[in-house]
């Protein structure tokens, strides 16, 4: 499976005061350490395992200083929220076809579980939060423009659900390790795939067959 991963710097803000301890943060990183030690906690524990106290431990910074950048345990998992959506938008851009999107999403979830298990908890987030909102607007549109060039599709937005519904719930599967024997061994972007192609080969048999009883009932002349 493809490395865990979400320590990318997505910018550092200055922080005031250098932690003490093990592995002192200088200025400037200290929100980022936070953010790191965060993504470990969530990808081991859960999110219900975050302590900003625990948090200054593992950074090496003081007691105060998570507080000092995300004001409460609530702020920080938005925070997280939020870079998660931008490293989404990100993965997906630049993919016109939607199953390769697909495999997109699946791969962004498998690379930052931490990221993923907290990013669809509304009860974890600040949900006016600017940040996310602009996050989750830009991945929402990269979602959107997989589904634009699609054919013969009555609703976009319920082809953009169903197709969502997909490469989260295999995603969601993959990472709780439920699709471990389905697999059996291959890879799961392969795999994933597969499956999108079943459902893209089902719907377009489903046509044919409509557009040949049109054709058939019409009258030339």
Known sequence: MAKRS???????DSGTGAGTGRGAYHHGDLRRAVLAAALDVIAAEGPGALSLRD????????HAAPA????DRTGLLTAVAAEGYDLLAGALAGTPELRERGVRYVRFAVEHPAHFQVMFRPELLRADDPALLGAKE???????????????VPDAREAGIAAWSLAHGFATLLLTRNVTDALGGRDPEEYFRSLAGLLFAERHSRQQPEREEEGHGRVDG
Do not use: N
């Open 6 to 12: 979400g320590h990318e710097s997505t910018g550092t």
């Open 138 to 152: 830009r991945a929402s549109a990269e979602l959107r423009a997989g589904v634009a060039g699609l054919a013969d």
């Open 55 to 62: 948090l200054a431990r593992r950074a090496g910074v003081s």
């Open 68 to 71: 000092h950048h995300f004001k």
